[in-house]
């Protein structure tokens, strides 16, 4: 069975930092077989697309809201991934959570096709 656990999160006022991280572990989770994204749900919201990185660590896409602020990676020897969250803004506050699909194909996974997911760490940013 593969598990996801995140971690990292908490309070931060704006323009703070937080470092998000996601350690996948199971006997069948080797990391450089799956594609690997966050999403996040504020209350009261549905679940969103922030970010998502490929097998390899190479590629890489954003939704707009956090371009230039958010970076995604991985470190597929430790089978963590990771997203360093700076100049954090209120409408930021937020679940994070983290998955990971076993990706074949030419693009990206919709939120659908993602095997496993973690259980979130939530994220507040205050004003």
């Known amino acids: 069975q593969v598990q996801l656990v995140e971690s990292g999160g908490g309070p931060v006022q704006a323009g703070g930092s937080l470092r998000l991280s996601c350690a996948g572990s199971?006997?069948?989770?080797?990391?450089?077989?799956?594609?690997m994204g966050w999403f996040r749900q504020a209350p009261g919201k549905v679940r969103e697309f922030v970010a998502v990185i490929n097998w390899s660590g190479d590629t890489t896409s954003y939704t707009d809201s956090v371009k230039g602020r958010f970076t995604i990676s991985r470190d597929n020897a430790k089978n963590t991934m990771y997203l360093q969250m700076n100049s954090l803004k209120p409408e930021d506050t937020a679940t994070y959570y983290c998955?990971?699909?076993?990706?074949?194909?030419?693009?990206?996974?919709?939120?659908?096709?993602?095997?496993?997911w973690g259980q979130g760490t939530q994220v507040a940013v205050s004003s």
């Open positions: 998955a990971a699909a076993r990706w074949t194909r030419d693009g990206w996974p919709r939120s659908y096709e993602y095997d496993y």
């Open positions: 199971g006997p069948t989770f080797f990391a450089d077989s799956y594609t």
